[in-house]
C-alpha cells in the first residue's frame, strides 16, 4: 500500500523513493517492512525515511500507539474555535476608529 501511495503522484519523483523502501526488504525481511510501511501509513508519513526510521528504531516491532488526536492535546492557551475568530463585527459609532482598537 505504501508503495502505491509512493507511486500514485510523480511516479519519476518518487520511484527512487519507491525503490529504497523495497531495498530495505533484504536486510529486515518481509513481515517487518510490512508492518514498518503500515505503521508509516497509520501516522500519515508514508515516506523512505519514515519507514527506515521505524525499521532502524524497532518502532515495528512494539505495539502500535496510534497517533495522538487534536483532542487529546486539550485546547492550548491561544486557540480559538472558528465561531470565535469570524464572529460578526459591528460597525462602531465612535468618532475615534483608532481609539476603538486600542479598548
Avoid: N
Avoid at 517487518?32 to 515516506?47: I, T
Wanted: charged share 20%.
Amino acid at each position: 500500500a505504501l508503495i502505491e501511495h509512493l507511486l500514485s503522484d510523480h511516479v519519476l519523483e518518487r520511484l527512487r523513493a519507491a525503490q529504497g523502501v523495497l531495498a530495505l526488504l533484504k536486510p529486515y525481511g518481509a513481515a517487518r517492512l510490512e508492518a514498518a510501511c503500515a505503521r508509516a501509513l497509520a501516522h500519515g508519513s508514508p515516506y523512505y525515511r519514515t519507514v527506515k526510521t521505524i525499521l532502524a528504531t524497532g518502532a515495528d516491532q512494539r505495539a502500535d500507539v496510534s497517533a495522538p488526536t487534536p483532542a487529546a492535546y486539550g485546547r492550548t492557551r491561544f486557540t480559538r474555535p472558528a465561531t470565535e475568530l469570524f464572529a460578526d463585527v459591528t460597525p462602531s459609532t465612535s468618532t475615534h476608529p483608532q481609539q476603538d482598537l486600542l479598548h
